[in-house]
């Protein structure tokens, strides 16, 4: 009765924020999953953050949803590097203008990049990146709008990254001139001292006025943020007179055709059910599993159908079960340290009927590190089948066997009898409850006993960055192009307490990671990283078990309403109103 209501509740807080909508209205309600961590420019991390974000900034290039490919937006060129490779130069085409009318200046992308590189911000998520990439940024003495980016080396991303910085107005925050006296040595020196003056700036800067007030979210894009109700919604409306509407047949990263865009909270399902039948949400964005089931009951439906359009949408997300390879053998012992025995864990996995009765068939197997659609994919790794019988034959060969008859193989190791019985890390949800379940249930067919750990997500990854663990189950997300596979991959990684929780990695894949990173070349790049695919293959240090389709859908009294594999899926800016 409870929930009934909750979820009752929810679809009532989406009515009262719309009020009684009038569909003829040029008005876009966006379902969110969860409310972001403020819009702070540079301290903000959240998904849905930075999708909320994309409509009130703009960035100096942009990614063609249909081509997958980066075009200039800001800028009249994509940026290029000199003989060196370290030294990119790009100029400002002087479209964009900020809310005072100023136009964007090459001192704006100097001052955004101190921002982002100052130890004093509040984004050390991103600055450790960065500040291992950037070296200096400087404005040409003789065109104030060319700017030169150096980097520090030689980077496939290196494009990409140097025009990815966040834009901020440096009349507007640095009216003084304050971050004039340092300079990039200055910043990303190990040394680095900071003034009272500089702190209580940055005191400011960070503060959450800055991340939640509508009229400090300040950006060159065509949305302003005018209100935002915590855990509930925020609503954007478009800016009178906006610049890019002078360009917007050259691209669409200049497109701006709806007057305003709510982005609800609907982090129950059933609520965004219900709410999606009353026609109270326009875009269903992103879902994932737990909405496979009632998004086709939706589509059953011939009214959904009438008035929506929507599909399951290919995505660079995969699910993944990790195996611990360096345990430190006392609280966590060595189960997975035996090639042989993570490749029988991987037989043991019946991901075909997982697909079929747990995703209905909306999934697709891969065999490594890339999403099978991806151009980059190593189209010659085999798919690991169900085979239980050579689970058992190289379980029994790594020397894991049953010596007292009690189903649970067994093994002496350092003298002392361990029985094959280990616990899977997961993130407590029901969808994830239930791929632990298949899994315990097949496993314990080859002797080897799975015991389920749910856990909130702090404790999950706490414990996964410490090497605390035997197993997790979770997901990494990528990009429809490159993905650099060094914070999940690099045997430093591990050293370093980063995201290779696993501790995969040795000098033959570091090397391969390096050569995929730094080779520019397309076909000398390609060849690297298509042999790093392999090498995890083999090695198989996860169970790899498919790329995720996402549950996508929009009012079809929107034109443009079109889902694309790239971020963010769908160009809600582009969507035009039938009716007139």
Not at 25 to 47: F, I, K, M, R
Request: proline share 3%; glycine share 6%.
């Amino acid at each position: 009765m409870r929930k009934i209501l909750f979820i009752l509740l929810g679809v009532l807080i989406i009515t009262s924020c719309v009020e009684k909508r009038d569909l003829k209205q040029d008005v876009v309600v966006v379902d969110l999953e969860s409310y972001p961590d403020g819009l702070h420019p540079y301290n903000s991390s959240s998904g849905s953050g930075n999708f909320i974000t994309s409509y009130t900034q703009t960035s100096l290039i942009s990614l063609d949803s249909k081509t997958e490919q980066y075009t200039p937006l800001l800028i009249k060129n994509l940026p290029k590097a000199d003989s060196t490779g370290l030294l990119y130069r790009f100029e400002i085409n002087n479209k964009a203008k900020w809310d005072n009318g100023e136009i964007l200046k090459g001192e704006d992308v100097v001052f955004s990049w101190k921002l982002t590189l100052c130890p004093l911000t509040d984004n050390a998520f991103a600055r450790g990146m960065y500040s291992n990439i950037i070296e200096n940024v400087f404005v040409n003495p003789e065109n104030s709008q060319e700017v030169f980016v150096k980097v520090q080396d030689v980077h496939y991303k290196n494009m990409e990254i140097v025009a990815s910085v966040s834009l901020s107005q440096k009349s507007y925050w640095d009216k003084e001139n304050l971050m004039d006296e340092y300079s990039f040595k200055d910043l990303l020196g190990k040394e680095f001292k900071s003034t009272k003056k500089l702190d209580d700036w940055f005191n400011d800067f960070n503060s959450a006025d800055n991340a939640y007030i509508p009229k400090n979210l300040k950006g060159l894009g065509a949305y302003q943020i005018t209100e935002m109700v915590s855990k509930s919604y925020i609503t954007l409306e478009k800016k009178k007179g906006w610049w890019g509407t002078l360009f917007k047949e050259e691209s669409t990263g200049f497109m701006a055709l709806p007057q305003k865009i709510i982005f609800k909270v609907t982090s129950d399902p059933s609520a965004g059910y219900l709410a999606i039948k009353a026609q109270e949400i326009d875009i269903l964005k992103n879902r994932g599993s737990s909405w496979i089931s009632k998004f086709r009951r939706l589509r059953r439906l011939d009214y959904f159908n009438e008035n929506y359009k929507s599909d399951f949408v290919e995505t660079n997300l995969y699910r993944y079960l990790g195996m611990n390879l360096k345990p430190d053998g006392k609280e966590f012992k060595p189960f997975f340290t035996d090639v042989r025995v993570r490749r029988a864990m991987a037989h043991l996995a019946p991901l075909d009927d997982m697909i079929e009765y747990l995703l209905y068939g909306e999934a697709t197997r891969q065999a490594s590190i890339v999403a099978p659609f991806n151009k980059a994919v190593n189209s010659t790794l085999k798919l690991i089948p169900y085979n239980i019988k050579e689970a058992n034959r190289l379980l029994s060969e790594a020397g894991w066997v049953d010596t007292d008859g009690d189903n649970i193989r067994d093994k002496i190791i350092d003298g002392e009898k361990v029985q094959f019985r280990f616990k899977l890390n997961y993130y407590s949800d029901p969808s994830l409850k239930e791929i632990a379940t298949v899994l315990k249930v097949s496993m314990r067919k080859a002797g080897i006993e799975l015991i389920q750990n749910p856990l909130d997500f702090g404790t999950l990854f706490g414990n996964a960055y410490d090497h605390k663990f035997d197993a997790i189950l979770a997901a990494w997300g990528g990009s429809v192009l490159y993905s650099d596979p060094y914070a999940v991959w690099s045997s430093k990684s591990w050293a370093t307490k980063g995201a290779n929780f696993i501790g995969f990695g040795d000098a033959e894949s570091d090397s391969l990671i390096n050569a995929s990173n730094t080779i520019l070349d397309e076909e000398g790049h390609l060849k690297a990283f298509r042999a790093l695919q392999r090498k995890i293959y083999e090695e198989q240090p996860y169970i790899f078990f498919w790329s995720e389709k996402y549950v996508m859908a929009c009012h079809n009294r929107f034109e443009n309403n079109g889902f694309f594999k790239a971020r963010p899926n769908i160009n809600v800016a582009g969507l035009k109103l039938k009716y007139k």
